[in-house]
């Protein structure tokens, strides 16, 4: 295994445990949960610091999330669409979310919590856009404003204390409007 190889191992097997204990995490633990000796560890980090930024720069990707977006198929309707994008970026919010709250808890710095947000957001608003794509000439708005629209209404969700409105509430919502038809 290359050291590029057993790093990307070692992140992905401790991931959960960040998850878990944030930056408390203690080598014996990753080395027991990645199935390496402890030495291991050292000879792909530095120290347990790098592997910890190592982990959460990880949480923060976008990228599988951004493939998972591109792979929902655009010729189902529209509101299925919305739906299934709803599940894929509420399960990214809950990993940042999740790595974010356990690495507060262990009392870390923001080291590494901080990533490109813009660049992430504008990726993330480009693949919600293409979304709306196939309705284009029936929109209102252009389906970049309406990515970042839908963005906005999804992460005021993901901020929510009771989660009031459920993803099928949120789409309806959107697309339709509060007002009943008259």
Do not use: N, W
């Not at 284009?136 to 204390?161: K, M, N, T, V």
């Amino acid at each position: 295994m290359s050291p590029e190889e057993r790093r990307k191992m070692i992140v992905r097997a401790v991931l959960p445990l960040i998850v878990e204990h944030g930056a408390a995490v203690t080598t014996a633990q990753i080395a027991r949960t990645a199935g390496i000796g402890e030495g291991t560890i050292f000879r792909a980090f530095k120290d347990k610091d790098e592997l910890v930024e190592a982990c959460v720069y990880e949480a923060l990707r976008p990228d599988g999330m951004l493939e998972l977006l591109a792979e929902i198929p655009l010729d189902q309707p529209l509101e299925q669409r919305l739906a299934e994008a709803i599940d894929v970026l509420s399960a990214y919010l809950e990993r940042l979310g999740a790595v974010a709250g356990a690495m507060h808890r262990s009392g870390a710095r923001k080291r590494g919590m901080h990533g490109d947000r813009q660049a992430s957001f504008a990726a993330m608003r480009a693949a919600v856009a293409e979304l709306f794509e196939p309705e284009r000439d029936e929109l209102r708005l252009p389906p970049d404003q309406l990515g970042g629209i839908f963005l906005s209404l999804l992460f005021s969700r993901a901020r929510s204390d009771e989660k009031a409105a459920d993803a099928s509430a949120l789409i309806d919502v959107f697309l339709h409007g509060a007002v009943k038809a008259q």
